[in-house]
């Protein structure tokens, strides 16, 4: 057996050997190329060394101090190669680099240390070296799967060399550590493993032109590597375990220790192989080392801009078309939940559901309304107890064909679903997609709210208009109503009268005039507006006076007969009113005043009254406001108001001058036609 352990190593280090030469030959000049011709003499060194270890019997220390030197040439080579070093400055500026140079050289010497001064044996050693070999094994990966595909096809050949060298002096070693030996059947196999590998590391050399490799940060890549790592570590406790139990079990120790190694990697496969396991550590490896698969800044404006061209009375089917595209998902349906746990169909995407089988959403909506979850229903049909406490009516929804149910929370409470067909797409639900989609959700549950708060404030306003449009028609009516009723009352008294018959017809003319525009303002559904109908000021006025001077107190005009002046007839509605209010506000002994004069093209009407006046808080605030009113329910508020919409929509103006217990005057100023 010696002399086949002997000739292995010797042949490793004839190929080292005849490696170094050709490098030598080829005199690559590059960084990379230096360290692979170091590496290359380092090999030489050890695989020499074990030879004459086994041939001399010297200490194995001895080999194991060239074994250590180099796995920590294979180590920072594939680290500066992953990285991209191309110089010793480079080397040198690099923290990476220097990060592991030191951790590398750092544990070796620990190990070493505590060997010498322990006095446990090469236990330390075979640690060091478990860890080491790991550390070679999870660079190699990385550089590998970093690598550009055209890399990757150079790289190979040395991945399966150095791979199968590390990972045999990984059992190896670890066998070591559990036992507190090396196995030397192992060891003297190992020369030609070593052997072997070589030519692959030639191929490499030959296939990667100036050993420039193109690496790139994959996550998958992290993902792998941290698993092998996680694994190793788990090894390395094992084999520290093993140990343990070996050296204080006695008789029996090596027989437990195998036992527990065996029942220890039984354990590992199945934490690797548990799906749960993986994603939880492929979820935190992304979230913490690398950017979002999503750029939610151009996300949010594509879905800005979707908004801004979609048609807003569709506002449902526009929220169900855009969480769809964020997605790239061709089916969808929008629900809306109604307070009796009934559910109301809004929008259809390619969607054929009856609206009967809406009500089988009970159970998840309230499942969504209790956590705030998406829920993935493939997740929830392949991986057990992947929602808790959730129990599907699963028929269904495999045969509605809807793969994910996205909760849309407005004002803290559950208003709708979004149901959602992947289709093709059979990946579930990952992190990011799912803050993709709440991210989104949100926004559109604002949408969906300002648009409906539209809907409902221009139903108000159109409730409103028809408010408004029915008091200006009480008003109107009121107005002949008080006409006809001073008819009624003075019948008796005046029937025989020729002049109050007269004024009787004239009155009722005026009656119908003002019934006729408010049936054809009723027919057009507008709110009352001015006419471009104009009468002589001086009979406007006579008429007023003539009309209110049936009750008391009574009002006199104090204008002149010459006046020729035209203006809009709509002024006798508003002046009766400006007199009747400054009627009601006066005593019965008082009188209430109207003149009249011509300025610079308008026509100046004052209402002048004795009565309780106003104060300026009460004008300021309350004189103009609509349906504001100090009558009770003798009045509605408007009189004033439609007094000054008149004044104002004619380009002039009404003013109010009043002392509290003094009087009022109204000035009201309009533009005048001469005829």
């Known amino acids: 057996m010696d002399f086949i352990g002997s000739l292995g190593f010797s042949v490793a280090t004839f190929a080292y050997f005849a490696f170094f030469l050709l490098l030598a030959v080829i005199r690559k000049k590059s960084f990379i190329a230096i360290q692979i011709t170091f590496v290359s003499l380092v090999s030489i060194v050890?695989?020499?060394?074990?030879?004459?270890?086994?041939?001399?019997g010297f200490s194995l220390k001895n080999v194991l101090i060239a074994e250590n030197l180099k796995l920590l040439s294979y180590l920072m080579l594939l680290v500066n190669a992953r990285i991209g070093i191309s110089s010793f400055s480079d080397f040198f500026n690099n923290k990476s680099c220097l990060k592991y140079t030191i951790l590398g050289a750092g544990l070796s010497l620990g190990a070493w240390y505590l060997t010498e001064s322990s006095g446990a044996g090469n236990h330390y050693l075979f640690l060091l070296f478990l860890v080491l070999n790991l550390a070679v094994i999870v660079a190699l990966e990385q550089l590998y799967r970093n690598s550009i595909a055209k890399v990757k096809w150079a790289l190979w050949p040395m991945v399966i060399g150095i791979g199968t060298i590390c990972v045999v002096d990984f059992v190896i070693f670890a066998q070591a550590a559990m036992l507190g030996q090396l196995d030397f059947d192992f060891w003297y196999a190992r020369?030609?493993?070593?052997?072997?590998?070589?030519?692959?590391?030639?191929?490499t050399s030959r296939r990667v032109k100036d050993w420039q490799v193109d690496v790139f940060i994959s996550r998958?890549?992290?993902f792998y590597s941290s698993m092998l790592f996680i694994a190793g570590s788990y090894l390395l406790v094992l084999a520290t375990a093993g140990y343990v139990i070996n050296w204080i079990g006695g008789e029996w120790g090596g027989v437990f220790s195998i036992?527990?190694?065996?029942l220890g990697i039984a354990v590992l496969i199945a934490l690797l192989l548990t799906e749960r396991l993986r994603r939880e550590v492929k979820v935190f490896i992304t979230k913490h080392f690398f950017a979002n698969k999503y750029d939610y800044r151009v996300e949010w404006l594509k879905s800005l801009e979707q908004l801004a061209i979609r048609d807003n009375n569709n506002?449902?089917?526009?929220?169900?078309?855009?969480?769809?595209?964020s997605m790239n998902i061709h089916r969808g349906l929008m629900v809306k939940c109604l307070g009796n746990e009934s559910f109301k169909l809004l929008a259809d995407k390619e969607f054929d559901i009856k609206e009967l089988e809406l009500s089988k959403l009970r159970v998840i909506a309230e499942y969504c309304d209790r956590t705030r979850w998406i829920v993935d229903i493939r997740e929830y049909r392949f991986i057990e107890d992947s929602y808790p406490q959730l129990d599907l009516d699963i028929d269904f929804f495999q045969e509605q064909r809807i793969d994910v149910v996205i909760p849309i929370i407005s004002a803290g409470k559950l208003y709708g679903l979004f149901l959602l067909s992947r289709g093709d797409d059979t990946n579930l639900l990952n992190w990011e997609d799912r803050d993709l989609l709440f991210a989104i959700t949100k926004q559109l549950s604002h949408y969906l709210s300002l648009n409906e708060a539209n809907i409902e404030l221009s139903e108000s306003k159109q409730f409103e208009a028809f408010h408004r449009m029915s008091a200006f028609l009480v008003h109107d009516l009121k107005n002949v109503q008080a006409q006809l009723a001073l008819i009624n009352s003075n019948a008796e008294k005046h029937r025989n009268n020729p002049a109050f018959i007269d004024d009787v017809f004239e009155t009722v003319e005026s009656a119908t005039e003002r019934l006729d525009k408010v049936l054809t303002q009723l027919r057009n559904k507008q709110v009352p507006e001015t006419h471009d109908k104009f009468t002589a000021s001086f009979d406007v006025i006579n008429q007023v006076v003539s009309q209110r001077n049936v009750n008391k107190p009574r009002v006199h005009a104090e204008i002149n007969r010459e006046l020729v002046s035209y203006v809009n007839e709509e002024l006798i509605s508003v002046l009766n009113h400006l007199v009747q209010n400054a009627q009601e506000a006066s005593e019965d002994g008082d009188d209430?005043?109207?003149?009249?004069?011509?300025?610079?093209?308008?026509?100046?009407?004052?209402?002048?009254?004795?009565?309780?006046g106003m104060s300026d808080l009460f004008i300021k605030q309350r004189l103009f406001k609509p349906f504001d009113t100090t009558k009770g329910n003798a009045?509605?508020?408007i009189g004033a108001y439609e007094a000054k919409q008149f004044a104002e929509g004619l380009g002039g103006e009404l003013t109010v001058h009043s002392v509290e217990n003094e009087g009022s005057t109204f000035k009201l100023t309009i533009p005048i036609k001469n005829n």
């Open 46 to 56: 050890a695989c020499a060394i074990a030879a004459l270890q086994i041939r001399f």
């Open 191 to 203: 020369g030609y493993i070593i052997a072997v590998g070589v030519p692959f590391f030639l191929i």
């Open 635 to 637: 009045g509605m508020g």
């Open 259 to 262: 036992a527990f190694a065996a």
């Open 315 to 325: 506002f449902y089917s526009s929220a169900l078309n855009i969480i769809c595209s």
């Open 220 to 222: 998958d890549v992290v």
């Open 592 to 612: 209430v005043i109207v003149t009249a004069a011509e300025v610079d093209g308008c026509l100046q009407l004052s209402v002048i009254d004795k009565g309780c």
